[in-house]
Protein backbone atom coordinates (compact mmCIF):
# COMPACT_ATOMS: atom_id res chain seq x y z
CA UNK A 1 0.00 0.00 0.00
CA UNK A 2 2.86 2.22 0.86
CA UNK A 3 4.68 1.17 -1.77
CA UNK A 4 1.48 2.03 -4.40
CA UNK A 5 0.97 5.18 -2.80
CA UNK A 6 4.94 6.06 -3.21
CA UNK A 7 4.56 4.61 -6.99
CA UNK A 8 1.30 7.15 -7.34
CA UNK A 9 3.12 10.24 -6.01
CA UNK A 10 5.91 9.17 -8.38
CA UNK A 11 3.42 8.80 -11.21
CA UNK A 12 1.95 12.68 -10.36
CA UNK A 13 5.48 13.61 -9.99
CA UNK A 14 6.41 12.29 -13.39
CA UNK A 15 3.89 13.81 -15.22
CA UNK A 16 3.76 17.16 -13.89
CA UNK A 17 7.76 16.77 -14.17
CA UNK A 18 6.83 16.03 -18.22
CA UNK A 19 4.23 19.08 -18.63
CA UNK A 20 6.58 20.88 -17.29
CA UNK A 21 9.43 19.60 -20.01
CA UNK A 22 6.84 20.16 -22.60
CA UNK A 23 5.96 23.57 -21.32
CA UNK A 24 9.61 24.56 -20.96
CA UNK A 25 10.21 22.58 -24.58
CA UNK A 26 7.63 25.33 -26.29
CA UNK A 27 8.59 28.05 -24.68
CA UNK A 28 11.75 27.12 -25.74
CA UNK A 29 11.09 26.93 -29.12
CA UNK A 30 9.06 29.96 -29.14
CA UNK A 31 12.20 31.56 -27.67
CA UNK A 32 14.50 30.66 -30.38
CA UNK A 33 12.15 31.24 -33.43
CA UNK A 34 11.91 34.75 -32.30
CA UNK A 35 15.76 34.71 -31.97
CA UNK A 36 16.03 32.99 -35.51
CA UNK A 37 13.59 35.98 -36.51
CA UNK A 38 15.69 38.46 -35.10
CA UNK A 39 18.48 37.43 -36.28
CA UNK A 40 17.18 36.98 -39.92
CA UNK A 41 16.13 40.36 -39.79
CA UNK A 42 19.69 41.34 -38.66
CA UNK A 43 21.58 39.88 -41.06
CA UNK A 44 19.25 41.45 -43.84
CA UNK A 45 20.08 44.94 -42.55
CA UNK A 46 23.74 44.10 -42.41
CA UNK A 47 23.72 42.86 -46.06
CA UNK A 48 21.71 46.04 -46.67
CA UNK A 49 24.25 48.18 -45.39
CA UNK A 50 27.42 46.43 -46.74
CA UNK A 51 26.08 46.42 -50.45
CA UNK A 52 25.99 50.22 -49.96
CA UNK A 53 29.67 49.88 -49.10
CA UNK A 54 30.52 47.26 -51.10
CA UNK A 55 28.85 44.61 -52.82
CA UNK A 56 29.71 41.10 -51.12
CA UNK A 57 28.91 39.30 -54.47
CA UNK A 58 31.29 41.67 -56.90
CA UNK A 59 33.76 39.30 -58.28
CA UNK A 60 37.13 41.20 -59.57
CA UNK A 61 35.70 40.82 -63.28
CA UNK A 62 32.67 42.27 -62.51
CA UNK A 63 34.80 45.50 -60.73
CA UNK A 64 36.81 45.95 -63.90
CA UNK A 65 33.60 46.38 -66.28
CA UNK A 66 32.79 49.19 -63.76
CA UNK A 67 32.85 52.63 -65.31
CA UNK A 68 35.15 55.24 -63.04
CA UNK A 69 35.64 57.91 -65.30
CA UNK A 70 38.84 59.33 -64.39
CA UNK A 71 39.76 56.69 -61.61
CA UNK A 72 39.36 53.55 -63.84
CA UNK A 73 43.65 53.60 -64.14
CA UNK A 74 42.80 52.25 -60.48
CA UNK A 75 41.07 49.10 -61.34
CA UNK A 76 44.55 47.76 -62.96
CA UNK A 77 45.79 47.90 -59.45
CA UNK A 78 44.05 44.78 -57.65
CA UNK A 79 45.87 43.34 -54.92
CA UNK A 80 49.09 45.51 -55.93
CA UNK A 81 51.58 45.59 -53.05
CA UNK A 82 54.58 47.12 -51.87
CA UNK A 83 57.07 47.01 -54.38
CA UNK A 84 54.96 47.44 -57.51
CA UNK A 85 55.30 50.10 -60.06
CA UNK A 86 53.07 51.80 -62.09
CA UNK A 87 51.75 55.05 -63.46
CA UNK A 88 48.35 54.47 -61.63
CA UNK A 89 50.20 54.47 -58.63
CA UNK A 90 51.49 58.35 -59.13
CA UNK A 91 47.99 58.58 -59.83
CA UNK A 92 46.74 57.40 -56.67
CA UNK A 93 48.77 59.40 -54.89
CA UNK A 94 47.92 62.75 -56.32
CA UNK A 95 44.64 60.92 -55.37
CA UNK A 96 45.45 60.18 -51.66
CA UNK A 97 47.01 64.03 -51.37
CA UNK A 98 44.25 65.43 -52.84
CA UNK A 99 41.90 63.30 -50.27
CA UNK A 100 44.06 64.26 -47.32
CA UNK A 101 45.84 60.47 -46.72
CA UNK A 102 49.23 61.62 -48.17
CA UNK A 103 51.69 64.34 -47.68
CA UNK A 104 52.69 65.56 -51.05
CA UNK A 105 54.29 68.86 -50.50
CA UNK A 106 53.18 71.28 -54.03
CA UNK A 107 55.69 70.92 -56.67
CA UNK A 108 57.15 67.30 -55.74
CA UNK A 109 56.22 65.16 -58.90
CA UNK A 110 54.73 61.57 -57.34
CA UNK A 111 56.95 58.27 -58.08
CA UNK A 112 55.05 55.41 -59.74
CA UNK A 113 56.47 53.46 -56.78
CA UNK A 114 54.12 51.27 -54.47
CA UNK A 115 56.84 52.62 -51.49
CA UNK A 116 55.93 53.00 -47.62
CA UNK A 117 54.27 56.45 -47.88
CA UNK A 118 51.22 55.02 -50.30
CA UNK A 119 51.00 51.82 -47.64
CA UNK A 120 50.54 54.33 -45.21
CA UNK A 121 48.07 56.24 -46.87
CA UNK A 122 45.99 52.93 -47.58
CA UNK A 123 46.14 52.30 -44.72
CA UNK A 124 44.93 55.30 -42.91
CA UNK A 125 41.70 55.50 -46.03
CA UNK A 126 40.67 51.96 -44.86
CA UNK A 127 40.98 53.65 -41.52
CA UNK A 128 38.55 56.42 -42.33
CA UNK A 129 36.56 54.20 -44.81
CA UNK A 130 35.89 51.11 -41.88
CA UNK A 131 37.48 48.96 -44.50
CA UNK A 132 39.39 45.70 -43.32
CA UNK A 133 42.85 47.71 -42.66
CA UNK A 134 45.01 45.30 -45.16
CA UNK A 135 47.94 47.98 -46.50
CA UNK A 136 47.11 46.66 -49.68
CA UNK A 137 45.00 47.43 -52.55
CA UNK A 138 42.46 44.93 -52.14
CA UNK A 139 38.59 44.74 -53.67
CA UNK A 140 37.14 46.27 -51.21
CA UNK A 141 39.34 49.31 -50.79
CA UNK A 142 39.36 49.89 -54.57
CA UNK A 143 36.08 50.00 -55.04
CA UNK A 144 35.37 52.70 -52.48
CA UNK A 145 38.82 54.57 -54.25
CA UNK A 146 36.85 54.29 -57.63
CA UNK A 147 33.17 55.73 -56.33
CA UNK A 148 31.97 59.48 -57.44
CA UNK A 149 32.99 61.32 -54.86
CA UNK A 150 32.79 65.14 -53.03
CA UNK A 151 36.38 67.12 -54.10
CA UNK A 152 36.55 68.04 -50.23
CA UNK A 153 39.64 66.11 -48.38
CA UNK A 154 38.48 63.80 -45.56
CA UNK A 155 40.96 64.43 -43.32
CA UNK A 156 41.68 68.05 -42.82
CA UNK A 157 45.02 69.52 -40.97
CA UNK A 158 42.68 70.57 -37.94
CA UNK A 159 41.55 67.04 -37.18
CA UNK A 160 42.76 65.26 -34.52
CA UNK A 161 45.23 62.57 -34.93
CA UNK A 162 43.32 60.20 -37.16
CA UNK A 163 43.95 57.44 -34.59
CA UNK A 164 42.91 59.58 -31.52
CA UNK A 165 40.15 60.48 -33.45
CA UNK A 166 39.12 57.05 -34.58
CA UNK A 167 39.39 55.82 -30.72
CA UNK A 168 36.98 58.97 -30.07
CA UNK A 169 34.50 57.37 -32.81
CA UNK A 170 34.57 54.18 -31.14
CA UNK A 171 33.87 55.41 -27.93
CA UNK A 172 31.03 57.45 -28.02
CA UNK A 173 29.77 55.53 -30.64
CA UNK A 174 27.65 58.87 -32.84
CA UNK A 175 30.39 61.81 -33.73
CA UNK A 176 31.37 60.67 -36.73
CA UNK A 177 30.93 64.43 -38.16
CA UNK A 178 33.33 66.75 -38.40
CA UNK A 179 34.19 70.73 -38.85
CA UNK A 180 36.58 72.98 -41.27
CA UNK A 181 39.75 74.20 -39.29
CA UNK A 182 39.07 76.61 -36.40
CA UNK A 183 34.89 75.40 -37.28
CA UNK A 184 33.65 78.47 -39.07
CA UNK A 185 29.95 79.21 -39.31
CA UNK A 186 27.66 82.14 -40.96
CA UNK A 187 28.19 84.39 -37.80
CA UNK A 188 26.82 87.81 -39.92
CA UNK A 189 23.37 87.03 -40.74
CA UNK A 190 21.73 83.97 -40.42
CA UNK A 191 19.06 84.51 -43.84
CA UNK A 192 21.13 83.48 -46.68
CA UNK A 193 20.04 83.72 -49.70
CA UNK A 194 21.20 81.79 -52.96
CA UNK A 195 21.30 82.03 -56.52
CA UNK A 196 22.38 80.37 -59.65
CA UNK A 197 24.94 81.54 -62.07
CA UNK A 198 23.05 82.97 -65.49
CA UNK A 199 26.45 82.00 -67.58
CA UNK A 200 27.26 78.19 -66.09
CA UNK A 201 24.11 76.68 -65.81
CA UNK A 202 23.29 72.67 -66.37
CA UNK A 203 21.43 71.79 -69.59
CA UNK A 204 20.26 68.37 -68.21
CA UNK A 205 18.06 69.66 -65.49
CA UNK A 206 14.74 72.13 -66.51
CA UNK A 207 15.13 74.59 -64.34
CA UNK A 208 11.95 73.80 -62.74
CA UNK A 209 13.34 70.65 -61.52
CA UNK A 210 16.46 72.43 -60.53
CA UNK A 211 14.62 75.23 -58.58
CA UNK A 212 13.00 72.01 -56.47
CA UNK A 213 15.75 70.07 -56.05
CA UNK A 214 17.08 73.12 -54.46
CA UNK A 215 14.60 73.95 -52.70
CA UNK A 216 14.08 70.84 -51.10
CA UNK A 217 17.97 70.31 -50.14
CA UNK A 218 18.47 73.57 -48.52
CA UNK A 219 14.99 73.57 -46.30
CA UNK A 220 16.54 69.59 -45.26
CA UNK A 221 19.01 72.03 -43.02
CA UNK A 222 16.67 74.72 -41.88
CA UNK A 223 14.06 72.49 -40.35
CA UNK A 224 17.06 71.53 -37.99
CA UNK A 225 19.21 74.20 -37.63
CA UNK A 226 18.50 78.25 -37.43
CA UNK A 227 19.27 79.42 -40.76
CA UNK A 228 16.72 80.44 -43.50
CA UNK A 229 17.71 79.70 -47.18
CA UNK A 230 16.13 82.15 -50.30
CA UNK A 231 16.69 82.05 -53.81
CA UNK A 232 16.77 85.49 -55.49
CA UNK A 233 17.43 86.54 -59.00
CA UNK A 234 20.49 88.63 -58.59
CA UNK A 235 23.60 85.99 -58.62
CA UNK A 236 26.11 89.21 -57.13
CA UNK A 237 23.86 89.82 -54.68
CA UNK A 238 23.53 85.95 -53.27
CA UNK A 239 25.37 84.86 -50.67
CA UNK A 240 25.47 81.52 -51.93
CA UNK A 241 26.89 81.17 -55.72
CA UNK A 242 25.87 78.20 -57.30
CA UNK A 243 27.64 77.57 -60.88
CA UNK A 244 27.86 74.17 -63.02
CA UNK A 245 31.22 74.15 -64.10
CA UNK A 246 33.69 72.47 -66.64
CA UNK A 247 36.93 71.75 -65.91
CA UNK A 248 39.04 74.31 -64.80
CA UNK A 249 37.21 76.95 -63.78
CA UNK A 250 39.45 79.20 -61.98
CA UNK A 251 39.33 78.10 -58.64
CA UNK A 252 42.64 75.88 -58.13
CA UNK A 253 40.25 73.18 -58.25
CA UNK A 254 39.62 71.46 -61.76
CA UNK A 255 36.45 69.53 -62.06
CA UNK A 256 37.56 65.82 -64.45
CA UNK A 257 34.78 64.91 -66.62
CA UNK A 258 32.19 62.37 -65.78
CA UNK A 259 31.95 60.51 -62.64
CA UNK A 260 35.50 60.97 -60.42
CA UNK A 261 34.62 64.36 -58.24
CA UNK A 262 31.03 65.38 -58.46
CA UNK A 263 31.05 68.92 -56.74
CA UNK A 264 32.74 70.68 -53.98
CA UNK A 265 31.71 74.06 -52.16
CA UNK A 266 33.54 76.03 -49.32
CA UNK A 267 33.14 76.49 -45.55
CA UNK A 268 31.57 79.46 -44.14
CA UNK A 269 31.24 82.73 -45.07
CA UNK A 270 32.52 82.06 -48.41
CA UNK A 271 29.33 80.81 -50.44
CA UNK A 272 30.67 79.39 -53.50
CA UNK A 273 29.33 75.99 -54.25
CA UNK A 274 30.08 74.06 -57.73
CA UNK A 275 29.04 71.41 -59.62
CA UNK A 276 30.69 69.48 -62.10
CA UNK A 277 28.76 70.23 -65.27
CA UNK A 278 30.18 67.05 -66.91
CA UNK A 279 28.12 64.89 -64.47
CA UNK A 280 24.59 63.05 -66.24
CA UNK A 281 22.73 64.96 -63.45
CA UNK A 282 19.10 63.71 -63.09
CA UNK A 283 16.29 65.34 -60.83
CA UNK A 284 14.46 62.10 -61.03
CA UNK A 285 16.16 59.02 -60.81
CA UNK A 286 13.11 56.78 -61.78
CA UNK A 287 12.19 58.06 -64.97
CA UNK A 288 16.34 58.50 -65.61
CA UNK A 289 17.80 54.83 -67.29
CA UNK A 290 21.47 55.81 -67.56
CA UNK A 291 23.98 54.15 -65.53
CA UNK A 292 25.80 57.03 -64.68
CA UNK A 293 23.29 59.26 -63.17
CA UNK A 294 23.76 61.15 -60.67
CA UNK A 295 21.31 62.68 -57.83
CA UNK A 296 21.13 66.39 -58.19
CA UNK A 297 19.41 66.44 -54.89
CA UNK A 298 21.45 64.09 -53.10
CA UNK A 299 24.66 66.18 -54.15
CA UNK A 300 22.85 69.36 -53.09
CA UNK A 301 22.53 68.32 -49.49
CA UNK A 302 25.90 67.14 -49.12
CA UNK A 303 27.16 70.26 -50.38
CA UNK A 304 25.06 72.99 -48.72
CA UNK A 305 26.65 71.18 -45.39
CA UNK A 306 30.17 72.54 -46.34
CA UNK A 307 28.48 75.81 -46.94
CA UNK A 308 27.19 75.69 -43.30
CA UNK A 309 30.22 74.30 -41.46
CA UNK A 310 30.20 70.44 -42.02
CA UNK A 311 33.35 68.24 -43.03
CA UNK A 312 33.10 64.55 -44.19
CA UNK A 313 31.89 62.32 -41.95
CA UNK A 314 32.87 58.79 -41.72
CA UNK A 315 29.39 57.56 -40.64
CA UNK A 316 28.15 55.35 -44.13
CA UNK A 317 24.72 56.40 -43.67
CA UNK A 318 25.41 60.28 -42.98
CA UNK A 319 24.75 62.82 -46.24
CA UNK A 320 28.37 64.06 -44.94
CA UNK A 321 29.94 60.57 -46.18
CA UNK A 322 31.99 61.50 -49.14
CA UNK A 323 30.99 59.32 -51.94
CA UNK A 324 27.73 58.80 -53.65
CA UNK A 325 27.43 55.96 -56.17
CA UNK A 326 25.91 56.53 -59.88
CA UNK A 327 22.00 56.62 -59.19
CA UNK A 328 22.21 55.94 -55.38
CA UNK A 329 19.49 58.32 -54.04
CA UNK A 330 20.15 59.54 -50.55
CA UNK A 331 18.71 62.84 -49.44
CA UNK A 332 17.75 62.77 -45.82
CA UNK A 333 20.25 64.27 -42.82
CA UNK A 334 20.60 61.44 -40.46
CA UNK A 335 21.00 61.58 -36.38
CA UNK A 336 24.83 62.66 -37.45
CA UNK A 337 24.06 65.24 -39.67
CA UNK A 338 21.74 66.80 -37.69
CA UNK A 339 23.94 66.75 -34.28
CA UNK A 340 26.99 67.94 -35.93
CA UNK A 341 24.94 71.08 -37.72
CA UNK A 342 23.36 71.74 -34.15
CA UNK A 343 26.30 71.84 -32.60
CA UNK A 344 27.43 74.12 -34.82
CA UNK A 345 24.08 76.24 -34.56
CA UNK A 346 21.96 74.79 -31.84
CA UNK A 347 18.65 73.79 -33.09
CA UNK A 348 16.14 75.42 -35.12
CA UNK A 349 12.50 76.10 -33.27
CA UNK A 350 10.97 73.46 -35.73
CA UNK A 351 12.93 71.19 -34.36
CA UNK A 352 11.68 68.61 -32.79
CA UNK A 353 13.39 64.97 -33.44
CA UNK A 354 15.71 63.01 -31.46
CA UNK A 355 19.08 62.44 -32.28
CA UNK A 356 20.31 60.12 -29.65
CA UNK A 357 21.03 57.29 -31.70
CA UNK A 358 23.80 55.45 -29.94
CA UNK A 359 20.83 54.94 -27.13
CA UNK A 360 18.78 53.35 -29.72
CA UNK A 361 21.10 51.42 -30.87
CA UNK A 362 22.43 50.05 -27.39
CA UNK A 363 18.62 49.40 -26.72
CA UNK A 364 18.51 47.57 -29.45
CA UNK A 365 21.56 45.51 -28.56
CA UNK A 366 20.44 44.94 -24.94
CA UNK A 367 16.92 43.45 -26.50
CA UNK A 368 19.04 41.06 -28.36
CA UNK A 369 21.63 40.58 -25.57
CA UNK A 370 18.39 39.88 -23.40
CA UNK A 371 17.12 37.40 -25.83
CA UNK A 372 20.27 35.73 -25.20
CA UNK A 373 19.63 35.70 -21.51
CA UNK A 374 16.16 34.23 -22.00
CA UNK A 375 17.10 31.51 -24.58
CA UNK A 376 19.76 30.47 -21.82
CA UNK A 377 17.52 30.84 -18.68
CA UNK A 378 14.99 28.56 -20.84
CA UNK A 379 17.74 26.10 -21.85
CA UNK A 380 18.80 25.74 -17.58
CA UNK A 381 15.01 25.31 -17.27
CA UNK A 382 14.36 22.53 -19.56
CA UNK A 383 17.97 20.77 -18.31
CA UNK A 384 16.46 20.57 -14.73
CA UNK A 385 13.24 19.50 -15.65
CA UNK A 386 14.80 16.73 -17.55
CA UNK A 387 17.07 15.45 -14.76
CA UNK A 388 14.26 15.33 -12.28
CA UNK A 389 11.67 13.54 -14.76
CA UNK A 390 14.42 11.34 -15.15
CA UNK A 391 15.57 10.80 -11.55
CA UNK A 392 11.63 10.18 -10.65
CA UNK A 393 10.96 7.43 -13.71
ZN1 LIG B 1 31.92 66.86 -49.37
ZN1 LIG C 1 35.18 75.12 -57.95
Redesign the pocket.
Known sequence: MKSHFIMRGCRVKHIYSCGFVFVSLYWFMAQALFFQVMRVEGSTDQAASKSFMFPINLDPLQFLNLEAGVWSDFKSLINATKGYSSDAIAHLKLYFAQFGYLDLPEGMIASADFDDAVEAAIRLYQQWFGLPITGILDLPTLYQLIQPRCGRADVLESFFDINDRKKTQITTGIKHYSFFPGNPVWTSKRSLTYAFSPSLETTRVSTAARTTAFAEAFAQWSAVVPLTFKEISSYDDADIKIEF?DGD?S?G?PFDGMLGILA?SFSPEDG?F?LDNAEYWTADMTSEKSPFAMDLESVAVHEIGHLIGLGHSSAKNAIMFPSLSPREVKRQLVDDDIQGSQSLYGASQSFQGSTDSFQSTNQTANGVFGRFLDLWLCWFLLTIHLLASFSHA
Do not use: I
Open positions: AHDQHRH
